[in-house]
């Protein structure tokens, strides 16, 4: 199951489960819901976040070798001689410090580092900065009751036609929490949906057809603010990168919030969505177990 992917200020791009809904759609759901729970509730999931910081190409970020771990917080300054210090330089994002053999994250498993009082760095790149995350896998414990979801419709796997867009638009958009961010309109998907076909704008964080591997669809429906995130959710299908095929299979079982839902340390395109009038219990609902 690859990590979730996410049209995050502070994330790596956009949500990505790897469905196939043709393959076995029941299957599908079944891997969806435990890889969503493993990265709501993992030790370096979205409940385990205790800090982000966004680095570009020249700085760093250090984190102050006299704070209890809980405490912990990317600074500016270096501060006392122990800090722990993440450098973003030439192309490397340098993780060095007390306890610590330096440590390139850029070449590192999963772009991430245990520390020594058992907090997790991990970074995301992108074209012009780097995300440093911080992870606390005590306050999973604390935040993390469970996840919802509707139970399983087979009504819900849908064929759709794919248009696509010569050439990706680049669309900003306003978040919940008023930053900006550039998703790639790269064409429309005409859905059936409960007796009638509804066109959606797909997205995708690329806007290179060589480098796409699957198109992202944002939904409200009558569901939302209800037993579904207010914000919107995410649905998408995934094929060979830069072979996008005109007829698409979608899950619609699969679909899940978009993460602010579950942290603050994210935030989520609530203008991309597309109004469906219908009521699609279908994925992840909205509040999670427990509250």
């Not at 209800?226 to 095929?245: C, D, I, N, Q, V």
Request: aromatic content about 10%; hydrophobic content about 40%.
């Amino acid at each position: 199951m690859r990590r979730l992917l996410c049209s995050l200020l502070l994330c790596l791009p956009w949500a990505a489960f790897h469905t196939d809904a043709r393959a076995d759609p029941r299957k599908d759901w079944d891997d969806f819901r435990a890889g969503l729970t493993e990265q709501a509730a993992g030790p370096t999931g979205m409940y385990a976040i205790q800090d982000v910081a966004v680095i570009a190409p020249g700085e760093a970020a250090h984190l102050p070798a006299a704070a209890r771990a809980a405490d912990l917080r990317w600074a500016r300054q270096r501060g006392d001689a122990g800090a722990i210090t993440l450098s973003y330089r030439d192309g490397k994002a340098m993780l060095e410090g007390k306890g610590l053999a330096a440590i390139d994250l850029m070449q590192a498993k999963d772009h991430q580092q245990a520390l020594p009082n058992g907090l997790t760095v991990r970074i995301t790149p992108y074209e012009d900065s780097l995300k440093a995350w911080l992870y606390n896998p005590a306050l999973t414990a604390q935040r993390f009751k469970g996840l919802s979801f509707f139970p399983y419709d087979p009504k819900g796997v849908v064929t759709g036609r794919f248009t696509r867009k010569d050439v990706p638009v680049a669309v900003s958009h306003l978040d919940s929490r008023n930053h900006t961010g550039v998703m790639y309109w790269v064409g429309d998907v005409a859905l059936p949906i409960q007796g009638k076909t509804y066109t959606l704008r797909a997205f995708n964080k690329q806007k290179d057809w060589k480098r796409i591997d699957h198109v992202l669809l944002f939904f409200t429906d009558k569901t939302s603010k209800k037993t579904s995130y207010g914000g919107g959710r995410s649905l998408e299908t995934h094929f060979p990168a830069g072979a996008a095929p005109s007829s698409m299979t979608f899950n619609l079982n699969t679909m899940y919030s978009f993460l602010c839902a579950h942290s603050q340390y994210y935030n989520c395109p609530i203008n991309l969505t597309t109004f469906v009038p219908v009521e699609l219990k279908y994925g992840e609902k909205y509040p999670p177990s427990g509250k």
